[in-house]
């Protein structure tokens, strides 16, 4: 598991069953405080591996994967840098997507 995270099991409920009124809020890019750095989540539901780019790690691929969140095609982690305005991008792996970069949201 990711440090806190910002999608609790009532919105992963949510959001399978195509409810969730707030997902702006839980998905993207947001910037945290405890612990500092930026908290991402996306949904990639056919990858087998995401992870995200950008300044703030040197734009390599192996320094800020993210993790599945059960079964609901939503993948998070947390990067201890980055700087709010930077870009980024996902990285996405996998037989469907493997190789696929696509801009992810700004901090």
Do not use: C
């Amino acid at each position: 598991m990711i440090a806190r995270s910002l999608l609790s099991p009532f919105d992963l409920h949510l959001f399978n069953e195509g409810t969730h009124g707030h997902l702006f809020d839980k998905m993207g890019a947001h910037l945290s405080h405890d612990p500092e750095g930026t908290y991402f989540a996306v949904w990639a539901p056919n990858a087998d591996a995401v992870s995200v780019i950008g300044e703030f790690n040197g734009w390599d691929k192996n320094a800020n994967g993210l993790y599945p969140r059960e079964e609901s095609g939503i993948w998070e982690g947390h990067a201890h840098r980055g700087r709010q305005g930077g870009p980024v991008r996902d990285v996405l792996g996998g037989s469907a997507t493997a190789g696929v970069d696509r801009v992810g949201p700004r901090l």
